[in-house]
């Protein structure tokens, strides 16, 4: 290998300021840390920001995990958040 290859190779070593392992909650959390007030999504003339998104997605994912027995069958109904 020469100079110029193992530069190369060394630019995509995994060291922890350049490689963050994301997740779908780490990247919300991620986003709604550095863009709070920036939208995220704009549906039927509702707007959420980076902010209101995490804080939702949040209690979804508090609302389940909830105790449940291992052995129980779970499932989730899922509202439209348009108004009609």
Not at 15 to 34: E, G, H, Q
Not at 38 to 62: D, I, K, M, N
Request: with cysteine; net charge positive.
């Amino acid at each position: 290998m020469n100079g110029k290859q193992a530069n190369t190779v060394s630019v995509w070593t995994r060291r922890p300021p350049t490689f963050v392992p994301l997740t779908p909650l780490s990247f919300l959390k991620r986003t709604a840390v550095i863009y709070p007030s920036h939208l995220s999504a704009v549906y039927e003339g509702r707007a959420f920001t980076w902010s209101q998104t995490y804080s939702r997605c949040g209690v979804l994912r508090r609302s389940s995990q909830a105790e449940i027995s291992p052995t129980a069958i779970r499932s989730r109904r899922c509202c439209r958040t348009s108004r009609r």
